[in-house]
């Protein structure tokens, strides 16, 4: 099974339940779902319409406030930032506005503004992102294009459990999960992206730098 992230093909089963297996891979160890069992592009969407996180919601108010209460203390003045990845509210980034960060919010099936990929960045956010993501070494390769020198990638995923506890990782049961990290596919991705990371900066929440 070819790997999403290095394209290698020494990959083995690492879990398989009712719905989806599971392949870990040789040589970046990232987990992952075979990309021909994704799910539709239509069908994902109506996923995050039924999970839709509202505006209304305090909880979700809160959640996103403590990730921008993480990230803030890595940013310098008025850095530009870009929230990629945001669903259906712009949430996130209007908390970095109102510490004066200008911040575009990007979604591919609520906000897809393409105009993002013409300009660049001083930072980009991935807030629950990356696990969805179907190609993800070419987003976060194009992500990295579009950032200032010095740029910084916040990337917000769980971390794979050991394989014993695989099994019963509430994570990974979401159908729109489709890879999971653990250190040594942080460090391929950093490599990638030719940056330096992974760095452990908050609850689930990894720097990268360039
Ligand atoms: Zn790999």
Known sequence: MTCPLCQHQS???????????YYLCGNCELVFVPREALISPTEEKK???????????????????????????????????????????????????????????FDLYYHPDQSIWDKKYDFIILSEVIEHLGEPETVMKRLSSILNPAGKIFIKTKMYPQKSQFPNWFYKRDITHVQFFNQKSFEFLAQLMKMTGPEKIGDDLFLFKE
């Open 47 to 105: 996923r995050y319409d039924s999970h839709q996180n509202s505006d209304q919601d305090p909880g979700y108010h809160h959640y996103l406030q403590n990730i921008s209460q993480e990230v803030l203390p890595h940013l310098l003045k008025s850095e530009r930032g870009l929230d990629f990845g945001c669903g259906a509210t712009k949430i996130l980034g209007s908390f970095f506005e109102q510490r004066g960060h200008s911040v575009d919010s």
């Open 11 to 21: 990959s083995t089963i690492f879990d398989q339940d009712k719905i989806r297996s």
